[in-house]
């Protein structure tokens, strides 16, 4: 739903139940927590108290005015945050470039790798021209060579920035 909230969903094989109790605990700590409720019939619940870059465990039981049901299975999620657009730094618009140049851009907060986009006409090659770029690990800028282009020629590049939590998730 958002990085602030998690989403969990489960068949509900119950036929008596006057709802169900949602328990979860974070990965490294011991005993669950009560995350809340849903009623009956109910077959999903959103948590919206959860913190970015954090796993949680959640298991789900139904419940009636006489008993519990077993504990479903743990499911667990980790929660993770899309990087932000990264700042090119150098060169910092269009240009007519000579025959080589080094592309430059600032930490990204999140970030686990880079896909550089580079090429002479728009809309960009859909494929990267450099992917899986690292990111520094002392929090630096982050630079790309790139030589035998032709002086004088105008060119275009795009940094998508990679979550480090999720390579997916740009």
């Known amino acids: 739903r958002s990085e602030y909230s998690i989403e969990l969903s489960w068949t509900d094989n119950s036929t008596n139940e006057d709802g169900f ?9 011991v005993g669950w927590t009560l995350a809340g409720y849903a009623g009956w019939n109910s077959t999903s619940y959103v948590d919206w108290s959860v913190s970015t ?4 465990y959640y298991r789900v039981r139904a419940h009636n005015t006489v ?15 899309a990087p932000s657009k990264p700042f090119l730094d150098s060169p910092s618009s269009e240009q007519d470039l000579p025959t080589e140049l080094d592309l430059i851009w600032d930490y990204t907060t999140g970030a686990g790798s880079y896909d550089l986009y ?7 090659p859909s494929t990267p021209y ?10 630096d800028s982050i630079s ?3 030589s035998g282009l032709d002086g004088g020629k105008l060119y275009y590049w795009q940094v998508v920035a990679h979550a ?4 997916a998730l740009v």
Request: glycine residues 8%; aromatic residues 8%; charged residues 15%.
């Open 130 to 139: 450099q992917t899986g770029i690292p990111q520094n690990p002392d929090g």
């Open 21 to 29: 109790v949602i328990e979860r605990r974070k990965e490294g700590v």
């Open 164 to 167: 480090e939590c999720n390579p």
């Open 144 to 146: 790309v060579h790139i």
């Open 118 to 124: 580079f090429g002479s006409a728009l809309p960009l």
């Open 53 to 56: 870059s954090t796993t949680y």
């Open 67 to 81: 008993s519990y049901s077993s504990y479903s299975n743990e499911a667990s999620v980790l929660t993770c945050v």
